[in-house]
């Protein structure tokens, strides 16, 4: 995945962004850490280094042992290079969370007065600063004509959110938006970054992806890059993966649909090729890159997805619909809908591809459906879904658990058959695809049971 700076300066959120180094390393991307020494009297470097793997930073005197690499990379043997020099121009984005009313100002000014300030100077990576301080500080007008000033030359700024304040009764809006949130923007705008690619340039993202294709899988881990040339156990396969949420149009503005991150079909995606499997990922507004060999295609309506989906699965082997179409459709009226007291739209149900799809499929053929239900007897609506569809297998999601499923980068999943039902207990998006692709292995190995 990508390469993150994460530059952390004082403040009392600066323990969020401990929770940003873990998402981030979990999410499979290489993080390092640069504090400002302030930074340091809220929260230890050795939280941060045990995180994510890599010594921290904090003065640009420092010798940085690690030569510039990020964690997972090999280390440039030899030359000695300038600290801040060589992180810069290996990081794919730059984050400082929090960034405190001083660190503002001294980025907004062009001060180069630690390894921070120094380091965000000479980075020709996306900028991203999250500002985090007194409700009253941040709507000072030189903190807003400071994060004005950022904002012309590029720097995207993540609004702070409005809430309780760490000062004892105080309300406003100043807060460290949650580390989900965080790490959202970062792989929001590396996705656009990928998307726009300079002139005679490749996608910026692209370099930052290591080659999922070189090398054979390892079932445990999955995250491994491994050796290439090597065959791997689904080469030849043909795997189609839905990914994200649709929406259907409403207005010119409006629309409806859901907060499917598209992050599961991602690492569905990523599993397969990492197998040696052709992969087509079908992505319904998925702000996230997708996984290097991937043959991508974007969709919005469930329509769409409907259409690129089921004409495409007669030459595929696995289907993984991990993507959340929107059951309900309207006419969309064209212009923009005025405010007015009451609206009623005239609903009518999307076409339901998984089933569409299942009864056509063919006997070496797989087909995969996800369920996200809420709470009890959650098994009993997954197993009816099951039979409903004509899936053979359902993916269960508990969405009654906050710690997983939609934006989270962790899941926890329950896999159900008509044979079975098989817990696989939560951990990373990552190693939650590898298990599903485990089970329809042996799905494929022994059919007659199943089907
Ligand atoms: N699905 C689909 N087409 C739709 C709706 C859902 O193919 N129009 C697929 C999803 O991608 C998922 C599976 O069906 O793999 C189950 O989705 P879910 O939303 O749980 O099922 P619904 O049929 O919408 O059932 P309900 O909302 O009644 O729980």
């Given amino acids: 995945m990508a390469r993150l700076l994460l530059g952390v300066s004082g403040g009392i959120a600066a323990y969020k962004s401990l929770e940003f180094a873990r998402l981030a390393t979990l999410a499979g991307h290489g993080v390092r850490v640069l504090m400002t020494p302030n930074a340091e009297r809220f929260v230890g470097a050795a939280s941060f280094e045990g995180i994510v793997g890599a010594p921290v930073l904090t003065s640009e005197f420092e010798r940085d042992p690690m030569r510039g690499a990020f964690p997972g990379e090999p280390e440039e043997g030899g030359h000695d ?106 792989e929001a705008l590396l996705a656009g970054e990928a998307s726009r690619p300079a002139a005679g340039e490749t996608a910026a993202i692209e370099t930052a992806l290591p080659d999922l294709d070189a090398g054979p899988e390892q079932p445990d881990t999955g995250t491994d890059p491994l050796p290439p040339g090597e065959p791997g156990p ?8 839905t990914a994200g949420g649709t929406r259907e149009p409403i207005d010119a503005v409006r629309f409806i649909g859901n907060r499917s991150s598209g992050r599961m079909g991602m690492a569905l995606a990523a599993a397969a090729a990492r197998r040696g499997a052709e992969v087509t990922l079908v992505a319904a507004n998925v702000a996230l890159p997708e996984p290097a060999g991937v043959k991508r295609i974007d969709v919005e309506t469930t329509g769409e997805l409907a259409h690129e989906t089921i004409e495409r699965f007669e030459t595929q082997h696995v289907l993984l619909m991990a993507a959340a179409p929107a059951d309900f459709r309207t006419e969309p009226v064209t212009g923009k809908i005025k405010r007015q007291d009451s609206l009623n739209l005239n609903l009518q149900p999307t076409e339901d591809i998984l089933a569409a799809i299942a009864v056509q499929k063919g006997d070496n053929q797989t087909v995969v459906g996800f369920a996200a239900e809420h709470g009890g007897e959650a098994i009993d609506r997954a197993r009816a879904k099951l039979t409903r569809k004509g899936a053979d297998m359902i993916v269960l999601n508990d969405v009654s658990d906050p710690r997983i499923g939609f934006e989270s980068v962790e899941n926890e999943v329950t896999l159900v058959t008509a044979a079975d039902e098989e817990l696989v207990p939560r951990a990373s998006k990552d190693a939650v695809a590898d298990a599903i692709l485990d089970r329809v292995d042996r799905l494929r190995a022994a059919p007659q049971s199943t089907i």
């Avoid at 689904?234 to 993966?241: E, T």
């Fill in 81 to 186: 290079p300038i600290g801040h020099l060589e992180l810069v121009a290996n990081c794919d984005a730059f984050l400082v969370a929090p960034a405190s009313a001083n660190t503002v100002a001294k980025l907004a000014g062009g001060f180069a007065d630690s390894m921070l300030t120094t380091s965000f100077l000479a980075c020709t990576a996306p900028r991203l600063i999250a500002p985090a301080m007194n409700d009253r500080m941040y709507a000072d007008a030189a903190t807003q004509a400071n994060l004005a000033t950022l904002r012309e030359r590029g720097v995207e700024v993540i609004e702070p959110d409005e809430g309780p304040l760490a000062s004892r009764g105080e309300h406003g809006r100043g807060r460290l938006p949650d580390p989900e949130r965080l790490l959202a923007a970062v």
């Fill in 234 to 241: 689904w080469d030849g396969m043909r795997v189609i993966v």
